[in-house]
């Protein structure tokens, strides 16, 4: 019975050892990002066509496979997001901070562990009387993503300087929640409320082709460069794998490398993950080469977002440095 139990011992030994082999702890790793729509993405989708994040995570010492979910809205990417079923994804700088104070001091806190980029938000019109949005007549519609959008603050922000104190409201009953086809279309046509349209790229360069259609105002007008996504995840995913963040940050860094140097080779890149009827090649890469420094790992604005947010009661304690509320991945780049 002694020799039956230690080749019983022996065997079992081996079948564990077997087993370890394949147990996903000591091999390969997941890593599930969460993305959206929009030349915005254009980092993530260089990081999927071109493996960038299993390039920098096996100069970690990590092996790792990326896989790429992509969502509709950023509130079901955010709660993917917050249940794990992705690791991580981008954020509005707005969204971010009140997901880092919602969930403050537990797993589910988000931090920034890399921007993505600083894409200028522009406020167009088709109407040649209005410089500015003290022109606005009641009349007119505001159109913009959602009303919870970047665009949302920034038009706060502007009308508390255009108004007075106190008057970062004064405008939100002409705002109207469209997505940005159906808000560029309402402009072109003319013939609806929408006069005005806070807009992002690639639809802010479709918008000012139209020569009836001016820029009145630029997110860089508002409160300098600001990031438009931010990429996040969340304590518990950051402290289970903590080389993670800085893997990322090096990806995304790369992607704005390329972005930069080889805008033709990006606007490829963009063309096959968002075929578009109306855009091609050449005119994508001229779009990249005008927004050449808006990509990268640092973060803009955080700051400045987290001090009006705190202003309007809905940060309840806003960070008192952006530091706060991001990892060292990006401490230390030169971020506001």
Excluded at 14 to 43: H, S
Excluded at 128 to 155: F, G
Aim: hydrophobic share 40%; with cysteine.
């Amino acid at each position: 019975m002694r020799w039956m139990s230690l080749a019983a011992m022996r065997k079992a030994s081996l079948v564990l050892a077997i087993a370890a082999i394949g147990t996903p702890a000591f091999g390969q790793q997941e890593v599930k990002i969460g993305i959206g729509f929009g030349i915005a993405f254009l980092p993530t989708y260089l990081c999927q066509e071109l493996q960038l994040v299993e390039k920098e995570a096996k100069a970690a010492g990590l092996d790792v496979k990326t896989s790429y979910q992509r969502f509709s809205g950023s509130g079901p990417m955010q709660d993917a997001i917050l249940s794990g079923a992705v690791d991580m994804g981008p954020y509005g700088a707005s969204a971010l901070l009140i997901a880092w104070e919602k969930a403050k001091g537990t797993p589910q806190q988000t931090f920034a562990i890399s921007g993505v980029t600083t894409l200028p938000l522009v406020l167009v019109t088709n109407q040649a009387d209005i410089k500015s949005i003290r022109d606005l007549k009641p009349t007119d519609r505001v159109a913009m993503p959602s009303l919870v959008s970047p665009q949302m603050y920034l038009l706060q922000m502007e009308s508390e300087k255009a108004f007075g104190p106190g008057q970062y409201d004064k405008l939100r009953t002409q705002v109207v929640a469209l997505p940005h086809p159906e808000s560029l279309n309402a402009l072109l046509s003319g013939s609806t409320e929408v006069t005005t349209y806070f807009s992002s790229a690639p639809f802010t360069q479709a918008a000012l082709k139209n020569p009836k259609i001016h820029s009145i105002l630029t997110s860089s007008d508002v409160m300098g460069k600001s990031s438009f996504l931010i990429m996040g995840a969340t304590k518990r995913y950051i402290e289970a794998n903590p080389k993670m963040p800085d893997v990322i940050a090096k990806a995304i860094e790369e992607a704005a490398t390329i972005i930069k140097t080889d805008p033709k080779r990006a606007a490829e890149v963009y063309l096959k993950y968002e075929p578009s009827k109306t855009l091609d090649v050449a005119t994508v890469e001229a779009i990249l080469k005008d927004l050449k420094d808006d990509f990268g790992k640092s973060v803009q604005g955080v700051q400045s977002y987290a001090d009006f947010m705190g202003k309007l009661g809905q940060l309840k304690n806003p960070p008192k440095s952006w530091k706060d509320v991001v990892t060292p991945s990006i401490a230390s780049t030169p971020s506001s």
